[in-house]
């Protein structure tokens, strides 16, 4: 038997049932506890795992439980086949939202998911249950290579999603890591359009909230109450004798699709120091999803753009590059 007295704390993950209780002993989020006599693993004391994933060895895979982070130090048993430790001190840190636990949890290397051997699968390498896909380690997927549940796409790691590598769940779209979305690469809830990192927006590339257009940073853009199913576009806060549908294929948006990127996967060899502190679990993960505000995205785009592709945003009616560097953070002079 393996006992280590810690000076420092370490940071592991703990199961809880849903009424924060652990074998009879009532736990709260924000407190330390301390176990009095004997600390052996599997026996007596507080115990939890440094890698999340191996939490559901021994709990059930139920968004019911809680999931907390928490610090542990003092006496430390770790004589186990995984990341199992027993602890004579625990302090309950913050609960895990279970979108954050799915990311945890099943992203990875070294991960299986759900913890099951799998029944009823139709496809290969699946680690869950129902599944007609190949390699999900979820329940009741029909894509391929998903760690949640319930997906019919490819790649995702939430649950209930019918999109492509969304990293949040119930999204229709596709690479997105908020939950909610039916459009494609957003980093915040329930949109409908692409490319956003705030909420609730139909369009498209919205540092906003609530707004029904595209690349705006303000809140709420559009009209109210309106009837038209094709309604005349506004470009720098004016009308633009562009209609909607034709805006959707203009050259400007098919340059944004193709060139401008709100979000990318880290790696963990290639992440700083700072980086590893602010994203706590990293190392189950491997990396970190890291996240562009609409201005970094355009500080990255703009001076890769040929500048025949600029020219096409400087040929936009209305345009007015005060505005222009307002929402995209570009000033523009006679080299750019």
């Not at 945890?104 to 029944?119: Q, Y």
């Amino acid at each position: 038997m393996i006992r280590v007295a810690k000076k420092n704390a370490i940071r592991a993950f703990k199961v809880f049932n849903s009424d924060w209780t652990c074998n009879r002993f009532q736990f709260e989020v924000g407190k330390e506890y301390e176990h009095k006599g004997k600390v052996e693993i599997c026996s007596s004391g507080f115990h939890s795992c440094l890698n999340l994933a191996h939490c559901f060895s021994y709990y059930n895979f139920d968004p019911d439980n809680k999931v907390a982070e928490v610090l542990i130090w003092g006496d430390i048993d770790d004589n186990s086949e995984d990341s199992k430790a027993c602890s004579r001190n625990i302090k309950i840190i913050r609960e895990l939202s279970w979108p954050e636990v799915l990311v945890l949890a099943n992203t990875g290397k070294n991960n299986a998911g759900h913890s099951n051997s799998g029944d009823r699968n139709s496809g290969d390498r699946n680690s869950g249950s129902w599944n007609s896909g190949d390699r999900n380690s979820g329940d009741r997927n029909s894509g391929d290579r998903n760690s949640g549940s319930w997906n019919s796409g490819d790649r995702n790691s939430g649950s209930w999603n019918s999109g492509y590598r969304n990293s949040g769940d119930s999204n229709s779209g596709d690479r997105n890591s908020g939950d909610r979305n039916s459009g494609d690469r957003n980093s915040g809830d329930r949109n409908s359009g692409d490319r956003n990192s705030g909420d609730r927006n139909s369009g498209s590339w919205n540092s906003g909230y609530r707004n029904s257009g595209d690349s705006n940073s303000g809140y709420r853009n559009s009209g109210a109450f309106c009837t038209d199913t094709n309604p005349e576009v506004y470009l720098f806060d004016k009308p633009s004798g562009i209609l909607m549908r034709d805006w959707e294929k203009h050259q400007a948006i098919r340059i944004l699709e193709n060139h401008l990127e709100t979000h990318f996967w880290i790696e963990s060899s290639a992440m700083t120091d700072k980086e590893k502190a602010n994203h706590p679990g990293w190392e189950a993960r491997e990396g970190y999803l890291k996240h562009l505000t609409l201005k970094e995205a355009w500080a990255n785009m703009w001076p890769n753009l040929t500048d025949a592709n600029k020219q096409i945003f400087f040929d936009l009616p209305n345009f007015n590059a005060k505005k222009f560097k307002e929402i995209t953070g570009i000033e523009l002079n006679k080299e750019n």
